[in-house]
């Protein structure tokens, strides 16, 4: 009788507990993708400054060179564009001075089925660390709930930060 107890409440607490933990590993999953998403912001910023040349973040299938359509849970690069022609030219591989060199590399598909979407493919920051225009990016998961979603804005000056805001 004692066990069959035992076993009763372990199912009522079991069955209070799942559904929080899914919500918790959803939250913890978009807010680590955002991040990774900031980061490869912050990083294109930050080499464009450095190098002082354009540094350019886009869509990308297959980790090499931008996408031509697509959104951006697909994944995405960063890489310097010396010549600014929106193409990332392959040339020794060794990041020198005169060519194209590849900063970052971010798979996709996301987990989670998560999307993450923009009315763009690419964007450039110019030596000076800036953007033409602000931009946002909206970051959801399937089953979001509450404030899980994220908005990521870029500001003209180049600085990306992440907000939370309500699901779709």
């Not at 107890?5 to 919500?23: D, E, N, Y």
């Not at 590849?102 to 999307?115: I, S």
């Not at 089953?143 to 930060?161: L, Y």
Request: proline share 4%.
């Amino acid at each position: 009788m004692e066990l069959v107890v035992t076993l009763a409440v372990a199912a009522i607490v079991m069955a209070a507990a799942v559904p929080s933990f899914q919500s918790f590993i959803q939250n913890n999953r978009i807010t680590a993708q955002a991040n990774e998403l900031v980061t490869a912001l912050n990083l294109a910023r930050s080499e464009a400054i450095k190098r002082g040349v354009p540094v350019r973040v886009c869509t990308s299938v297959n980790g090499t060179g931008c996408a031509a359509a697509g959104d951006w849970q697909q994944g995405w690069i960063v890489f310097s564009d010396i010549d600014g022609d929106g193409t990332r030219d392959f040339g020794t591989g060794q990041c020198l001075a005169t060519e194209d060199c590849l900063l970052r590399v971010v798979d996709g598909p996301l987990a989670g089925n998560a999307t993450v979407t923009a009315p763009w493919l690419f964007l450039v920051y110019q030596a000076s660390g800036m953007v033409s225009d602000a931009l946002t990016f909206t970051h959801t998961i399937p089953q979001c709930t509450g404030d899980q979603a994220r908005t990521i804005s870029v500001s003209a000056t180049g600085r990306a930060s992440v907000t939370k805001t309500p699901c779709p």
